[in-house]
């Protein structure tokens, strides 16, 4: 009787968890707009409500472009990894023809994007905070149309 139950409800289980590759997919359609910047920290110094207000994020499809109001920013592509704990991002860009890669890693909750990174390191932040001597804290705001 014990298995007739048991197992009908571990194989629904299994067939009800999320994989991994959609997760990640459902996160990247979820990505897509425009976002305003709600703060910015960078290694431990949050800058100023001024400092942010101008800067806008543009995603579609795997493209991630930063603009400040004045001049366009720089231009990314990302790749998203929902099976980790927390999720991960690897972003990439040109500077001056030399590939530059990123390791971070974000949570999407409702309208609200919240990423952390560490910048020219073969190194992942853990957990959603900067200190003295790296990373970059930043929280976006899908922009309501």
Same mark, same amino acid.
């Given at each position: 009787?014990?298995?007739?139950?048991?197992?009908?409800?571990?194989?629904?289980?299994?067939?009800?968890?999320?994989?991994?590759?959609?997760?990640?997919?459902?996160?990247?359609?979820?990505? @897509?707009?425009?976002?305003?910047?709600?703060?910015?920290?960078? @290694?431990?110094?949050?800058?100023?409500?001024?400092?942010? !207000?101008?800067?806008?994020?543009?995603?579609?499809?795997?493209?991630?472009?930063?603009?400040?109001?004045?001049?366009?920013?720089?231009?990314?592509?990302?790749?998203?990894?929902?099976?980790?704990?927390?999720?991960?991002?690897?972003?990439?860009?040109?500077?001056?023809?030399?590939?530059?890669?990123? !390791?971070?890693?974000?949570?999407?909750?409702?309208?609200?994007?919240?990423?952390?990174?560490?910048?020219?390191?073969?190194?992942?932040?853990?957990?959603?905070?900067?200190?003295?001597?790296?990373?970059?804290?930043?929280?976006?705001?899908?922009? !309501?149309?």
């Amino acid at each position: 009787m014990y298995t007739r139950v048991v197992f009908p409800l571990v194989a629904l289980c299994l067939i009800a968890a999320d994989d991994p590759d959609k997760t990640a997919t459902k996160d990247e359609d979820r990505f @897509q707009g425009e976002w305003t910047m709600v703060s910015l920290e960078v @290694q431990g110094k949050k800058l100023a409500d001024a400092e942010i !207000k101008e800067y806008r994020l543009t995603i579609k499809g795997d493209q991630w472009s930063v603009t400040n109001g004045v001049a366009n920013g720089t231009d990314f592509k990302f790749k998203l990894d929902a099976s980790k704990s927390p999720k991960s991002i690897d972003m990439s860009t040109k500077i001056d023809g030399e590939e530059r890669a990123s !390791k971070g890693i974000y949570k999407l909750e409702d309208d609200t994007l919240t990423m952390c990174r560490i910048v020219a390191q073969n190194k992942r932040p853990t957990e959603f905070k900067t200190t003295d001597r790296e990373g970059i804290l930043v929280v976006w705001k899908r922009v !309501k149309k």
